[in-house]
């Protein structure tokens, strides 16, 4: 089963930018949908981006369409989540999971999860 550590969060101004990178163990990482999804204090975890191991389409949520922009690099085994434009309501904790579905944007679908790195955009 393939591991999962993020890395790249922190603190940083409204209007920042940063950017997370999730390494994947196993070489199969080019089978995977890989997703980002973020859980604040008190609510729910949720769906940020997913990019498809079939074809690379990308998927995004509303409310980080033009801001975020998510990527792979099969050959680093690596997926991306750059973000811009940071508001202090994109405050929480970023995950990045994998799926052996085409895409979904489903926490149900995705097998494994890394710990977590913290985001935090002060105003």
């Known amino acids: 089963q393939v591991q999962l550590e993020e890395s790249g969060g922190g603190l940083v101004q409204a209007g920042g930018s940063l950017r997370l990178s999730c390494a994947a163990s196993?070489?199969?990482?080019?089978?995977?949908?890989m997703g980002w999804f973020r859980q604040a204090p008190g609510k729910e975890r949720e769906f940020v981006a997913a990019v498809s191991w079939l074809n690379g389409a990308t998927y995004y949520a509303d409310f980080v369409k033009g801001r975020f922009t998510i990527s792979r690099d099969n050959a680093k085994n690596t997926v991306l989540l750059q973000m811009n434009s940071l508001k202090p309501e994109d405050t929480a904790a970023y995950y990045c999971?994998?799926?052996?579905?085409?895409?979904?944007?489903?926490?149900?679908?995705?097998?494994?999860w890394g710990q977590g790195t913290q985001v935090t955009v002060s105003p």
């Open positions: 196993e070489d199969t990482f080019s089978r995977y949908t």
């Open positions: 999971a994998s799926s052996r579905s085409i895409v979904t944007r489903s926490t149900d679908f995705y097998d494994t």
